[in-house]
């Protein structure tokens, strides 16, 4: 008998990932698609579908894992992505299960990157950790006995929309001062220009479209004051942030992941130092901060198919 493979989908505003991998973690076949190619999801599938079949593998697959943002869990749709020119209320997971006839499971792209970490990256030895994802915004998955907590509405656990500076930033969701818009590579950028009028330090940072997040964190590398100072400021918000997030669920780890928190290792030890001086004295020297240990594999891919080892097989 063939070794069984898991069907991972990552869908994404530009790309849609899509990948064959074993129960541990091998990835046995990868490609990407253009998301923006495909005006309808059913056209998108098919492609998915055609591309699995040539590689000879299709009948080995025991399930599909779908990673796609405001996935539902419980439903397996998508639900009014701002980021995808699908609009509305898309049941994805029924229509890949009924093109491939396998059992497929949805979620959000932050919960499985949390489910991934917990089959073959850095947190199997937990049981209660959160996941964060810093990319263009901030994502979270909660696990707790090591189950994913889903809610009442599938939507639990979305710390990027929680406000940490009263009336900040302004956050695409129409609120004001929610996480993401500082802890996120679009909101260190957003710290160039709204700190730079009180920078009395000369920078090599340009105040324009084109510098981007890692510039910020390679110029405070390079002894960059003004960088280093917007290095800290975000630690500092992610950091109480963490802090406060504990109450919650009093997890073992934080596990983070995305190009801020891999630009070396400096940026997790400084968000666990601020995270350690306003952490509530219950849990003092109780919680570490973890940086994804799948950052150099596929972890979209792994994110997605772990759905199938955690859930379905
Ligand atoms: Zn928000």
Redesign the pocket.
Known sequence: MKTQLALGVDIGGTNTVFGLCDRDGNIKFETSISTNDYTNPADLISTVHSKIKETGLLETIAGIGIGAPNGNYYTGTIDFAPNLSWKGIIPLAGMFKAKFEKPTLLTNDANAAAIGEMIYGCATDLTHFVMITLGT?LGSGVVINKKLIYGDDGFAG?Y??I?VIPNGRE???????????YASSTGVVRSISELASENKFHSILKQDDATSARDVFVAAEQGDLFANEIVNYTANILGNALADFTCFSSPQSFVLFGGIAQNGDQFGEKVKAIMDTNMLKVYENKVDVRISSLHDKNAAILGASSLVWNDLV
Do not use: P, S, Y
């Open positions: 915004g979305e990027g929309h406000r956050c695409g969701c129409g609120r004001k001062g929610c996480l993401e818009t």
